[in-house]
């Protein structure tokens, strides 16, 4: 399995962005989707997760209201539309997968640990 994130990039504070998740090798349809975020300094952070089908989604609470994570099956590829940018949203942004996807999406999704496969990370900064 491999991921790759891209549609980083460096915008304005109230500017959106879109980034993309392409999964290749991935057919489980039981698995789960999720973006994390590491601003500089600090540990990598939750931000939202799918569950493959597209049925179930969860948020951070810093994030949600203003992200929308998304899933086109057709291409393998998981979408994080961001609107309502600020400067704390400067981060790298990674894709992950978990090919299990034990539990509930709200209680495990979270868990960076459970997460079987990691994109690369594609740089965010948010200008105020």
């Known amino acids: 399995v491999q991921l790759q994130a891209s549609g980083g990039g460096l915008v304005q504070a109230g500017g959106s962005l879109r980034l993309s998740c392409a999964a290749s090798?991935?057919?489980?349809?039981?698995?789960?989707m999720a973006w994390f975020r590491q601003a500089p300094g600090k540990e990598r952070s939750f931000v939202a997760a799918?569950?493959?089908?597209?049925?179930?989604?969860h948020y951070s609470d810093s994030v949600k209201g203003r992200f929308t994570i998304s899933g086109d099956n057709a291409k393998n590829t998981v979408y994080l539309q961001m609107n309502s940018l600020r400067p704390e949203d400067t981060a790298v942004y990674y894709c992950?997968?978990?090919?299990?996807?034990?539990?509930?999406?709200?209680?495990?999704?979270?868990?960076?640990?459970?997460?079987?496969?990691w994109g690369q990370g594609t740089q965010v900064t948010v200008s105020s």
């Open positions: 799918i569950t493959w089908s597209g049925s179930s989604t």
């Open positions: 992950a997968a978990d090919v299990q996807a034990f539990g509930q999406l709200r209680t495990y999704s979270g868990m960076d640990f459970l997460y079987d496969y």
């Open positions: 090798g991935l057919t489980g349809s039981s698995s789960r």
